[in-house]
C-alpha cells in the first residue's frame, strides 16, 4: 500500500503562482509513474501532468508552458510548479502513482486550488 501525501494547495490571483508537493510513504519512482490530475466542480477527472520512471514529461495542452512537473528522489518528492495561473485551473488537485507493470493506481487526498481576483 502507497500513500501520497500533498500540499501547497490554496488561493491565487490570476497570473500567479503555486507550487503543489506530493510525498510517497516509500521510495517508489523507480517503479511508479508519477502525475497530477485535477476535477473541476462538475467535470470529470482529468490527467495534467506526467513524470514517468525515466523522467520523461507529458502535459495537457491546457497547461503546456505554464505547469512543470518535477521530482526530487532525494527528498522523494514530486512537484508540480504552477505560473500564469487562470480562473479555469480552480479544481481539487490529485497526486497519483502507477505501478509501471501492474498499472496499480493510488491517490492522494486532494488539494483544492483556487484562482481568483
Known amino acids: 500500500q502507497v500513500q501520497l501525501v500533498e500540499s501547497g494547495g490554496g488561493l491565487a490571483q490570476p497570473g500567479g503562482s503555486l507550487r503543489l508537493s506530493c510525498a510517497p510513504s516509500?521510495?517508489?519512482?523507480?517503479?511508479?509513474?508519477m502525475n497530477w490530475y485535477r476535477q473541476a466542480p462538475g467535470k470529470e477527472r482529468e490527467l495534467v501532468a506526467a513524470i514517468s520512471v525515466g523522467s520523461r514529461t507529458n502535459y495537457a495542452d491546457s497547461v503546456k508552458g505554464r505547469f512543470t512537473i518535477s521530482r526530487d528522489n532525494a527528498k522523494n518528492t514530486v512537484y508540480l510548479e504552477m505560473n500564469s495561473l487562470k480562473p479555469e485551473d480552480t479544481a481539487v488537485y490529485y497526486c497519483?502513482?502507477?505501478?509501471?507493470?501492474?498499472?496499480?493506481?493510488?491517490w492522494g487526498q486532494g488539494t483544492q486550488v483556487t484562482v481568483s481576483s
Open positions: 497519483n502513482a502507477r505501478h509501471i507493470i501492474t498499472k496499480t493506481n493510488y
Open positions: 516509500g521510495n517508489i519512482f523507480s517503479v511508479y509513474a
